[in-house]
Each structure stands twice: as C-alpha cells, then as structure tokens.
C-alpha cells in the first residue's frame, strides 16, 4: 500500500488533510477511522472509497490543534498496537481452548 496526499490541502492548515492509500478499503479506513475519531483534538475523521473498482481509500482528518499527519502517524501506531494484543489474546485462548480439550479426551 502507498500512502500520498491530495494537492489543494495546503490552504487549509498542518491540521487539515486529506490522505489517499492506494491498495486499501473499507476495512483500513473503518479501523482507522474508528481510532482517530475519539481523539480529543479531532474535529472531523471520514473516509471514502471515491469508486468501487479502484482500491483507493481517501483518508480525511481535520483538527484544531495536531498536524493531520502526526495525527495519522498517531493513529496507525494505536491501530497496530490494537491488532498485536489482538493476536496475543486470540492466541492465549486458542492455547487454553486446546489444553482444556486434550483434556477432556
């Protein structure tokens, strides 16, 4: 996946920009949005898939305070951070899961 910005954000501030992820969809952009948006210092997150045929995630983060970009740099690391403790916790009960039914055989 790639990462760029849209032109014609510079008028708007550090705070403001619009992201595009080529190779990526619904499922980056609800995680990351869903993330994001809880920030105290955002005050608008959204996400579009501007055609149904491009793999392309349009990322929109506005905020008062933060550059946009630390603000995804932000995000991304929390996303990651999410899915890792993910994977422990899967894994832990899956170990459990199995340990308990050798058990019972």
């Keep these: ?5 849209l ?10 920009r619009t992201f595009v992820f080529s190779n ?3 499922t980056l952009g609800n995680a990351l949005k869903t993330i ?12 579009t898939i501007p ?7 349009h990322f929109r983060i506005q905020s008062h305070r933060d550059r946009a970009i630390d603000i ?4 991304l690391e929390d996303l990651e ?7 422990v916790t899967f894994e832990k009960e899956m170990s459990n899961f199995n340990a308990v039914k050798v058990e019972n055989t």
């Design 36 to 47: 994001i948006a809880r920030y105290p210092e955002v005050d608008f997150c959204g996400y």
């Design 1 to 5: 996946s790639r990462l760029f910005q």
């Design 72 to 75: 995804l740099k932000r995000g």
């Design 81 to 87: 951070g999410l899915c890792d403790h993910t994977i």
């Design 51 to 57: 055609h149904p045929t491009e793999q392309m995630l």
């Design 24 to 26: 990526e969809g619904h």
């Design 7 to 16: 032109a014609g954000d510079e008028k708007n501030g550090e705070g403001s």
